[in-house]
């Protein structure tokens, strides 16, 4: 006889009171522990999308307003140190089994790079098994293991894609079925080196395409189907923007469908996390540049393989002032402000922020906005669409004061001192253009000699046509104003301003959300080139203002997913009376089971044993009984989870937007489930315990008899008699 | 000069009363005196609700008394603390009690040993097992170890009782009603059983009992009326 034995036939004999202290752990650690791997389910599942969203790109330049040279990527790749894979293997590459032999055989693919594809290892058949395995079942986790491998391996050079990414709505060639808010992204096989598995080959030149399959799905599309792809072509200025050119210029591409990409291929692929998939169309980089216009351009970078910080090194170092659509240009000689550089944007207007930059950088540098304005009036007589640059301080006395040339003098019959009208489109909301009108006053007429169109900054259907009656700046222009005179102004000047106002006066009048600028002159040195003021320019310039820097997208999306809403504690939120429920269930049970025997008490006191060795041995059956009813209920907490997750993606799927979540369970969030559990079920016993009266042994055994209990069979024969 | 030693129990102007609502109280006992000397037995005769039971559970250190005092081998157990207390029920005396209060969960020989679980060791040695089977042997419950105090009858039960309570060899049994709930062959064999054991054993006995031929065989009959023994 010992005290286990004397436990154990008790907790026997009593079964039926114990099951219900049993089942009354095991329902508030089922409901505990389960809720808490719900919230497990909820971060992996978002770590899942995350990696699966992006693949093996850890950072990469978001697509913004620029277009930059597509040869920055190879630029960057060749200057980013080739690191360990020890500091830059992504997360869940140390998670591949037996990964050297993986990295090692990943490393021979990318020797070459035109021989470049990610295929399953030759070496390690378990690894390729998972492998294959990942790309059958469209599961991710292995397939996202090789691009990280891959990406990780020791000595292997970082993967950056440039890459084109645009706006554009696919339909069918009949017309049956349309997609809007499609995401064509112009891709080349450096793009795919970053997949988590490659959705196929696309030719650089042809006509092929591939879709994520929710489009395939959407449109009906096979390998082999037609569609037509329409796509705005991108301005560097913002449609939004004052002088933007024509509004509408879209382009038709006709391709076939080659393949479809699941979500193991870049099919989920986005930089925005979105638990819906976008609709994506894949097509070869070269031909969507050409389509568009955007020769030799990408808009976005990808990056993979490397950190994000010596990304951005590279880059600092590489960068070009092109790449944020900037040149830096002599201004003709006898412009009338000595020798000068000027930078300008083809962007029209000089990034705000870029300008403060290039101003506190260059000693005495000074803004220039040139505008066109839609008429320069002197009482009765009226000059259309004429160059207007603001420059410099008010000349004169006053800020309203206007110089003009010959020409525009003898056409409005102005002098010094007329009071001249010009009217203007001031920007509004979106598109909405207001025609305002501003006066000035004639300080001064000055002989024009030669043209200086190099005033006029790269309007968009404007700088590159010929007539007046071609013109298409994006403005509503009235052509039967324009006068032969007008026309042969153009034909010899071009975009020579006929009028300059103070650059205040101009910024007042014509300053918008593009900026308020449209260059930055500022006198060269002896000797300097335009090239090295350039390069003065540049060393200026923070790009990271302008957009063009990596962000650290992958990290920001698994950190995003560790920060989401805790689902673990809003379950157990929502669980609350129900675990409360049946931990008063188990306490009340067991206070029961106390009740029961209290002449069982008072006759272990009578027998010798302390008040504190009795309560010990009915606690310590508690304690038996918790700890059985945890174990089986933190088991049953994986089966609530994984029920929880089955109705979230059945039942309540429409209130989770569709998303797919996996079962996943942390040992560490199963042991504080369990603990927890146990913990609080053993509290709720104590207490109970803790309350019961201090009754004398004789009190104790007067409380009644104790039923021998005729019955035997009714005990379990947990252990054999003796 | 040789001290004679302490009587083996002792009470001294022992009263007991309990409250009944408001600021009364119903005294049970008092003034009760007695000195039992080591190897005596003594019934203590009375009514119901005279306060039989209640004198034995004070001399058993179940209840503690409202005024005078009890001693065991001159030892005041009032001054003890409570594990004190719990050692002397557990080694110094022996309880059986009208209802046997065996537990039903456990064999008879496992109700034998139960005591010996309230030592610190917490586990029989081979020798108390061997004393256990040998007096399950002289009550005549060694066929009957093994069985649960379901398949027993009132009067094994009761020896069952007896042998648990003799189990840690104490020095005084005390035993309140054991034949109450006994027929009279059974009444008749457990009052053998108590006899034979002072007279072999030399324990001590105190028996509280309503029954006159159960009381014949002790050494000292005495009754208890109004409070008082005589």
């Known amino acids: ?722 | 000069m040789t001290h004679s030693p302490p009587p083996l129990l002792e009470l001294r102007s022992v009263g007991k009363s309990y409250p009944s609502g408001g600021a009364g109280s119903v005294a049970v006992l008092n003034e009760v005196n007695l000195v039992l000397n080591p190897g005596e037995s003594v019934a203590i005769l009375g009514p119901s609700g005279c306060g039989k039971s209640t004198l034995l559970n004070i001399a058993g250190a179940l209840d503690t008394p409202t005024r005078g005092q009890v001693l065991l081998e001159g030892v005041d157990l009032q001054a003890l603390s409570e594990r004190e207390l719990a050692a002397v029920r557990n080694r110094r005396l022996g309880l059986v009690f009208q209802m046997h209060h065996l537990l039903p969960q456990c064999t008879v020989l496992e109700n034998v040993l139960l005591p010996t679980l309230a030592a610190p060791a917490g586990r029989p040695g081979p020798e108390v097992i061997r004393r256990a089977d040998e007096l399950l042997e002289r009550v005549g419950l060694a066929a009957r170890r093994s069985h649960r105090p379901g398949q027993l009858s009132g009067g094994e039960r009761q020896r069952a009782a007896v042998v648990r309570a003799l189990i840690n060899e104490p020095a005084l049994l005390l035993a309140d009603e054991p034949t109450g709930s006994l027929d009279h062959a059974s009444a008749e064999s457990l009052g053998d059983l108590l006899a034979g054991l002072n007279r072999d054993s030399g324990v001590a006995l105190v028996v509280v009992t309503h029954s006159t031929e159960l009381a014949a065989r002790m050494g000292r009959v005495l009754r208890i009326c109004d409070g008082l023994l005589q």
């Open chain 1, 1 to 722: 006889m010992t005290v286990f034995r004397f436990i154990i036939r008790s907790l026997a004999y009593r079964w039926r009171t114990q099951l219900g202290v049993f089942l009354g752990t095991l329902v508030a650690a089922a409901i505990l522990t389960g809720s808490l791997l719900v919230g497990d389910s909820v971060r992996f599942s978002l770590e899942q999308m995350a990696r699966s969203r992006l693949g093996g790109v850890v950072a990469a330049v978001p697509p913004g307003e620029h277009f930059f040279r597509e040869r920055l990527a190879e630029e960057v790749r060749l200057e980013v140190p080739v690191t360990s894979a020890r500091s830059q293997a992504p997360a869940w590459e140390c998670s591949i089994p037996g990964g050297s032999s993986l990295l090692l055989d990943l490393q021979k693919h990318n020797a070459p790079e035109e021989n470049r594809r990610l295929e399953p290892p030759r070496q390690g058949r378990s690894q390729a098994g998972a492998w294959e395995r990942g790309r059958e079942s469209g599961r991710g986790l292995p397939a996202l293991q090789h691009a990280g491998a891959f990406l990780g391996a020791p000595n292997a050079s970082p993967v950056i894609a440039p890459v084109l990414m645009l706006r554009a709505t696919v339909s069918l060639p009949d017309g049956r079925a349309r997609a809007n808010e499609v995401e064509l992204i112009g891709v080349d096989r450096r793009f795919w080196q970053l997949a988590p598995t490659p959705a196929g080959a696309i030719s650089e030149t042809s006509d092929s395409f591939i879709a994520n399959d929710r489009l395939a799905s959407q449109l009906g599309l096979k390998p082999g189907d037609a569609v037509i792809i329409r796509v705005e072509k991108p301005s560097l200025l913002s449609r939004d923007a004052p002088l933007s050119g024509a509004a509408e210029n879209t382009v038709a591409i006709r391709a076939r469908l080659t393949a479809v990409a699941g979500p193991d291929q870049f099919g989920r692929f986005s930089l925005r996390a979105n638990q819906v998939p976008p609709l994506t169309v894949f097509v070869p980089l070269r031909a969507l540049q050409e389509a568009v216009g955007k020769q030799g351009c990408a808009n976005a970078l990808m990056a993979g393989g490397a950190e994000e910080t010596a990304l951005n090194a590279a880059l600092r170092k590489v960068w070009d002032l092109a790449d944020l659509n900037l040149e830096v240009r002599d201004v003709p000689a006898g412009a009338g402000f000595g020798r000068l550089a000027e930078l300008r944007s083809e962007r029209v207007f000089l990034d705000p922020a870029l300008a403060t930059s290039a101003t506190a950088a260059l000693p005495g540098a000074s803004g220039v906005l040139t505008y066109l304005v839609n008429e320069i009036r002197l009482g009765s007589r009226a000059t259309p669409y004429s160059m207007v640059t603001a420059v410099g301080e008010a000349p004169g006395s006053g800020a309203n004061e206007i110089v003009i040339d010959s020409w525009l003098a003898a056409d409005l019959n102005a002098k010094p001192g007329d009071d001249l009208a010009l009217r203007y489109f001031a920007v509004g909301v979106g598109r909405q253009l207001t025609e305002q009108t501003a006066h000035f006053r004639v300080g001064r007429v000055f002989p024009l000699n030669r043209p200086s169109p190099e005033w006029m900054p790269p309007f968009p259907g404007l700088a590159e046509v010929d007539n007046c009656r071609d013109w298409e700046p994006g403005i509503p222009i009235d052509t039967t104003r324009i006068r032969p005179k007008d026309e042969e102004y153009w034909r010899v000047y071009r975009g020579t301003p006929k009028a300059f106002i103070s650059l205040r006066a101009g910024q007042a009048l014509w300053s918008n959300r593009f900026g308020n600028l449209t260059a930055l002159r500022f006198p060269m040195a002896g000797g300097e080139t335009a090239r090295e003021v350039a390069r003065r320019v540049r060393d200026a310039i923070d790009p990271r203002k302008s957009g063009l820097y990596f962000q650290p997208v992958l990290a920001a999306a698994l950190k995003a997913g560790r920060e989401s809403d805790d689902f673990g504690m809003l379950f157990v939120s929502l669980s609350f009376f129900l675990i409360a429920a049946a931990l008063l269930l188990t306490a009340l049970l067991f206070v029961f089971n106390i009740e029961r025997r209290t002449a069982e008490a008072g006759l272990l006191l009578a027998l010798g044993f302390t008040r504190g060795r009795v309560r010990r041995l009915l606690f310590m059956e508690g304690v038996a009984v918790a700890v059985c009813g945890t174990f089986f209920g933190a088991v049953a907490g994986t089966l609530y989870t994984r029920l929880a997750l089955h109705g979230l993606s059945t039942v309540w799927k429409q209130a989770i937007a569709a998303m797919e979540f996996h079962y996943h369970a942390e040992p560490w969030t199963l042991a504080v489930g369990t603990a927890s559990s146990l913990a609080a079920a053993l509290l709720a016993m104590w207490f109970a315990a803790r309350s019961h009266a201090r009754r004398t042994p004789s009190d104790l055994l007067a409380g009644g008899g104790i039923d021998v209990g005729q019955d035997v069979t009714q005990a379990w024969p947990v252990l054999p008699e003796r």
